[in-house]
Each structure stands twice: as structure tokens, then as C-alpha cells.
């Protein structure tokens, strides 16, 4: 039976891609370090892929994206996979809040990526610290903050293309869902809506530090 004191308990739900996981693993390790119970949720189908093994600092746990056989690759589209995610993952998120409870440990805090906006919304639920972490660099989430806003428009009919903080770019500078502008329309909507409520959010985290994008930082 665990009976070490924590500081809190920090739940950490990535968006179920390798280039999400692996930074909010990372900062899982790094809250751990200061004396933080961290738990990183992934659904079910990475869980049986990956097969994480627990360990002092960090534990897994899962919840369900509606597809636990074959994930992503189970979806009839896109839309449909991020549509079952919302739906089925807001409903075993809030299985897992509950589950922990009543333990010695009950989560305090949700680091949730902002692909998954709707973890905001399950964490306010039940009165916690909802904590957005962004996994992309700040440079290509302020262009995106920027669209959402409508201060950026779309398609770019000019170019070069100046941005506060940046470098005059080109269009194949700029983040793939814009260079090649209506590809993948389900997922474009999905970083838009990153946006959609990060104002509700108690902190807002990003991938990076100061030294490597100190422009785009200062106007963020």
C-alpha cells in the first residue's frame, strides 16, 4: 500500500500521438521531481500498446477514446475519431477522477493537451486545477492563435507574410494545415479549437523555453 506524503497529484492527459505523449511524459517526470504525485492517462489502445510499466515517480492509468481495439486506426474517419473521443473520453475521465476519490490520493490538477479542450470542462466538474500544456512550439501555436482570432485571414493571399515576434516568412514556412490551406479540415478545426477555452484554464504551459523563442514568448 502506497503511504508516501505528496504534494498534490497531478493527472497528465496527452492527445494519444507519439509527438504528444513523449512531452507530456517528460513534464510528468519533471512535476514528479518536485514532489508531485504525477499520473499520465492514456487511452486504452496506447496503454496495451506501449504497456508502460509504473514506476516511483510516475504511474499510468487509462481512459477510453471509444476505440480500445485498434485506435485511430479503428475510426471510420477523422472526424468520427475525434467525435468518439470527446464523447466516450469525457465520460472514463470522469470514472477516473471518481476512482481516485477516495483514496489517499485524489487528483488535485488536470495537465491536459489543448487538443482535448473538453478535459477543461470534466476538471472544472469536479473543482479542480485544470492546467493546459501545449506540446507544439510557441511560434506555431501563436500562428494558430492568430487564425482562431481571425487577426491572421485565410488562405494567404500575399506573401511575405509578417507575424509579431517572427521572421518574415514564406508560405511553406508556415504550419502545414495553413501552407496547404483546406487539408485535413477535421484536424485544422481541432487546432483552432485549442483556443476555445484556454482563457478558463488556471495555467497555461508551452513545449519550450525562453533562450529558444524569446520574440514569439515576449509577445505571448
Not at 504534494?7 to 511524459?25: C, F, K
Amino acid at each position: 500500500m502506497e503511504n508516501k506524503a505528496y504534494r498534490g497529484h497531478v493527472l497528465a492527459l496527452p492527445y494519444p500521438s507519439q509527438g504528444h505523449i513523449n512531452p507530456m511524459l517528460q513534464l510528468s517526470k519533471r512535476l514528479a521531481s518536485k514532489g508531485l504525485k504525477a499520473t499520465l492517462a492514456t487511452t486504452l489502445f496506447i496503454y496495451n500498446t506501449m504497456q508502460p510499466q509504473s514506476s516511483g515517480s510516475i504511474q499510468f492509468d487509462t481512459i477510453s477514446d471509444g476505440y480500445d481495439e485498434g485506435g485511430f486506426a479503428q475510426a471510420e474517419s477523422i472526424h468520427a475519431y475525434l467525435t468518439h473521443m470527446e464523447a466516450i473520453g469525457s465520460k472514463t475521465l470522469t470514472d477516473l477522477i471518481i476512482k481516485y476519490k477516495n483514496t489517499a490520493n485524489p487528483i488535485d490538477c488536470i495537465v491536459y493537451d489543448p487538443f482535448l479542450p473538453w478535459a477543461l470542462k470534466v476538471a472544472k466538474k469536479f473543482g479542480l486545477v485544470g492546467a493546459a500544456f501545449f506540446t507544439q512550439t510557441c511560434a506555431v501555436n501563436f500562428i494558430y492563435y492568430l487564425v482562431h482570432h481571425g487577426l491572421l485571414k485565410l488562405p494567404i493571399s500575399s506573401t511575405p507574410i509578417s507575424i509579431p515576434g517572427l521572421p518574415v516568412l514564406e508560405l511553406e514556412d508556415m504550419p502545414s494545415y495553413i501552407c496547404v490551406y483546406g487539408s485535413y479540415p477535421a484536424y485544422f478545426e481541432m487546432v483552432l479549437k485549442q483556443f476555445s477555452n484556454t482563457d478558463e484554464a488556471d495555467w497555461v504551459i508551452v513545449n519550450t523555453f525562453y533562450e529558444l523563442e524569446a520574440e514569439v514568448g515576449s509577445i505571448n
